[in-house]
């Protein structure tokens, strides 16, 4: 996609299954069933839609996928499939991976950072050698200092490699990465999640991360997924969201959906619904 100055380009890093009840929270199955059907073993289809941002002197890569380290019991579990993955989606742009300037990890989930890193002769070590790797400070400690509830996906393996190389690049707060592109803190999902802001000329967009991993996540305030840490924060966030996108006709961005990867919020009678992007 065109984008003012800017091209925007989502690069599918796989699909994969997860639980239906976790993906939805304290939203009754009767309900979230009808927008999202589950498999016999209860689980929805998400996608690992990364953002590439080219223009201005750089590539900006937000978000890495599952990444390629998984074993294959791993790979079972999830049902990934992913086709080659991000380097794969890279390659069908005629980039590798000395191209990308700069990753923005939204969070250290391990869905959104494990292609961070990939194994080399058996050790993790950054996928991007020139990237530089900007990730918010609190997130980054709760990662390295995971408790009972976030250990299994807050893995070192995905993060470590970065700080040993000196790629890691630690903001606290919202933060300019590039002259059209802003990260902004979106608590809830973590306690330091970030969003990402492209503007370019009149146009806005937002990759949203987790912050709305489906687009009915944002034309419904009150779902949920049971994976947030602040769910009372994440309603918060979300109604300011709500707001700031119907005023800036922003592009949303949404990480984790099949159907309707990027859209238009609009106003339906009390509520809201996302309007697929017609260019995409």
Known sequence: MRFGNLELYLVNAGTFMMDGGAAFG????????????????????????????QGEGQRILVDTGMGTKLSEKERGFFSLAD????????????????????????????????????LVDGKPV??????????????WSDALYPNERTQATYLASNLVPLSESGQLELKSG??????????????????????????SQDLVAIYLGDVAPFTVHM?????????????LETVETKRSLLRW???????????????????????????YRVEPARSW
């Open 26 to 53: 304290l939203v009754p199955k009767v309900l979230w069933e009808r927008e999202l059907p589950a498999d016999k073993l209860n689980r929805v289809p998400m996608a690992a839609n990364c953002l590439l941002i």
């Open 83 to 118: 086709d080659g993955g991000l380097e794969a989606g890279l390659a069908k742009l005629g980039l590798g991976v000395g191209d990308i300037d700069i990753v923005i990890n939204t969070h250290l989930h391990s869905d959104h950072c494990g292609g961070n890193t990939k």
């Open 126 to 139: 950054p996928t991007f050698p020139r990237a530089r790797y900007w990730i918010q400070r609190r997130e």
């Open 174 to 199: 919202n933060v300019r990465v590039a002259p059209s592109v802003e990260c902004q803190v979106t608590r809830g999902h973590t306690y330091a999640h970030q969003s990402v802001i492209v503007k």
């Open 219 to 231: 034309e419904r305030i009150a779902w949920i997924p049971a994976f947030d840490a602040e769910p």
């Open 245 to 271: 996108a119907l005023e800036q006709h922003a592009l949303l961005i949404f990480g984790h959906d099949t159907r309707i990867p990027m859209g238009y919020l609009q106003r339906e009678g009390d509520g």
